[in-house]
């Protein structure tokens, strides 16, 4: 068995900083966390283990701090944890930061904005919460339900396929040729970077085990963008989910993972993978 990691994989800067600052400040004080700081299941029971609190609302928030999660949150939802008298610790990755400006920028300029994700998103509700009128898509079916505008500005949830959101632009102008359709590019280059070197990893491989959150989109992502190239794709969130019967004597192993994946997950995966190998055995945990 030989096994292989992708080029680009596991945890962003903006994931890293977040966590960082989200520890920093336990360590002084009291915090809650709106939300989940990112979607992975480890990364946040080892921030409760640090007596790190998270709600989903600001009502409900009993320390003097709360932090803003790294998906990034509406002027609307911060300003009303203010006027409780909280303190808001901004933990916006960055790149979010700059897909909030490039929305604004639209919307000034007179498009009707057009977001590419996840309407439930956390990053697409922050993106929208602010604004009186927008459409979320995710499909050419989402398109194809719009109703004709003059101007188009069309953007993306930070997270999807670059592949996605470019075929999503192109079937847009397609559907309405009459309107003005300006594309603000918002996908983040730690996303651009994982899928690429996905699609090249699932290419040389038998097996792909994609490391990540249950319900973090761009490790859902990857396990989409992987199938399309490797017959057998799996979803784990550690070393547990590994089953024997997805491994033979063989194969070549491909590892990649979500951009909120931690490097010791990464490492455990590999290293159960790695003793199977050694030993020519089941792969049990």
Same mark, same amino acid.
């Given at each position: &068995? ?5 080029? /680009?994989?596991? &945890? ?12 920093? $400040? ?12 990112? /979607? ?23 320390? +003097?701090?709360?932090?803003?999660? *790294? %998906?990034?949150? #509406? ?5 009303? *944890?203010? *006027? ?9 990755? +960055? ?36 604004? #009186? ?13 719009? #109703? ?9 949830? $930070? ?15 397609? $559907? ?14 730690p996303t651009k970077q994982r899928q690429n070197a996905a699609v090249e990893l699932a290419r040389k491989c038998d097996v792909v085990i994609v490391i990540g959150g249950a319900h973090s989109n761009n490790t859902q992502e990857l396990v989409k ?26 194969? $070549? ?6 951009? #909120? ?18 030993? %020519? ?5």
């Amino acid at each position: &068995m030989k096994i292989l990691r992708a080029e /680009h994989l596991g &945890m962003c800067f903006g994931v890293r900083d977040a966590i960082a600052l989200a520890l920093d $400040t336990a360590q002084r004080e009291p915090l809650t966390i709106l939300g989940d700081l990112v /979607h992975n299941e480890t990364v946040l029971a080892d921030l409760r283990s640090q007596g790190i609190a998270f709600q989903n609302e600001a009502a409900a928030v009993a320390t +003097p701090t709360v932090m803003i999660t *790294a %998906h990034g949150a #509406s002027e609307r939802r911060q300003q009303s *944890a203010r *006027a409780r008298g909280l303190r808001v610790l901004e933990a916006t990755c +960055p790149l979010v930061h700059v897909a909030h400006r490039a929305l604004l920028k639209l919307v000034s300029e007179q498009f009707h904005p057009v977001i590419i994700g996840k309407r439930d998103h956390v990053e697409v509700r922050g993106l929208t919460e602010d604004l #009186s009128a927008f459409d979320v898509v995710l499909c050419e079916a989402d398109i194809a339900q719009l #109703s004709e505008r003059a101007r188009f500005g069309i953007m993306a949830q $930070t997270t999807q396929p670059i592949d996605k959101v470019q075929h999503l632009v192109q079937f847009l102008r397609k $559907t309405f040729p009459k309107s003005e359709v300006r594309f603000a590019d918002t996908v983040c280059q730690p996303t651009k970077q994982r899928q690429n070197a996905a699609v090249e990893l699932a290419r040389k491989c038998d097996v792909v085990i994609v490391i990540g959150g249950a319900h973090s989109n761009n490790t859902q992502e990857l396990v989409k963008t992987c199938s399309q190239f490797c017959p057998r794709v799996h979803h784990v969130q550690s070393a547990a989910d590994l089953q024997s019967e997805w491994f033979r004597d063989e194969d $070549t192993v491909g590892i990649t993972a979500g951009t #909120s994946t931690p490097d010791k997950l990464i490492n455990e995966v590999e290293q159960h993978i790695q003793t199977r190998k050694e030993r %020519h055995e089941p792969c049990l945990v």
